[in-house]
């Protein structure tokens, strides 16, 4: 008696699955743009803890200044070696992305401009620490009277594409993984 089996079989991700690399670029730079073409907004049309209601019992425009990282941590800090120590892991965040997109291990069409997003952001957040020394939030979301953290652009692009990464994960379940030697 012969079972049939149902194998599994590897395929490599080919390149034709994933972004071209001049859409990544733009799609980087688009959330680098972006980001720094509304922070300069905010920071050259209201004053700094202005706060106007855009929609009212949900968005606020809140223009606040943020030294520390992710959720105001280390914001209080008065340590000589927080800023550099941000700027140096953030340019080595920058450098795994560049390095996952170029190598093509960023992983098909999805992952890709997930992370090309995320590099976008990253670049756009470090700028604003290097030149300010503190990054520029100004999106207050929040329901009724609880509010989630402010943020700008650049943290956008940065949850987005995260998202996209973690759907490719979720999409590429169901797909063996290649061994790589």
């Not at 030294?67 to 953030?90: K, M």
């Not at 670049?123 to 020394?133: A, I, K, Q, S, Y």
């Not at 609880?146 to 590429?172: M, P, Q, S």
Request: with cysteine; proline share 3%.
């Amino acid at each position: 008696m012969v079972v049939a089996r149902e194998s599994a079989e590897v395929v490599p991700v080919s390149s034709s699955e994933g972004a071209s690399g001049v859409t990544l670029v733009c799609l980087s730079l688009f959330a680098l743009v972006a980001d720094q073409l509304s922070k300069y907004a905010v920071e050259h049309h209201t004053a700094s803890g202005s706060v106007r209601v855009l929609i009212p019992g949900m968005l606020n425009l809140m223009h606040t200044s943020n030294p520390g990282v992710a959720f105001g941590i280390f914001a209080d800090s008065e340590n000589s070696w927080r800023s550099p120590l941000l700027i140096t892991f953030s340019v080595a965040v920058i450098g795994l992305l560049i390095w996952l997109l170029v190598s093509g291990r960023a992983g098909a069409w999805l992952g890709e401009c997930g992370l090309a997003l995320i590099l976008g952001g990253a670049v756009g957040n470090v700028l604003d620490r290097v030149v300010r020394r503190s990054v520029t939030d100004f999106i207050d979301f929040h329901i009724g009277a609880h509010h989630w953290y402010t943020f700008n652009l650049a943290d956008a692009a940065i949850v987005c594409g995260a998202a996209l990464v973690i759907l490719e994960l979720f999409r590429d379940r169901a797909h063996p993984t290649q061994s790589r030697a």
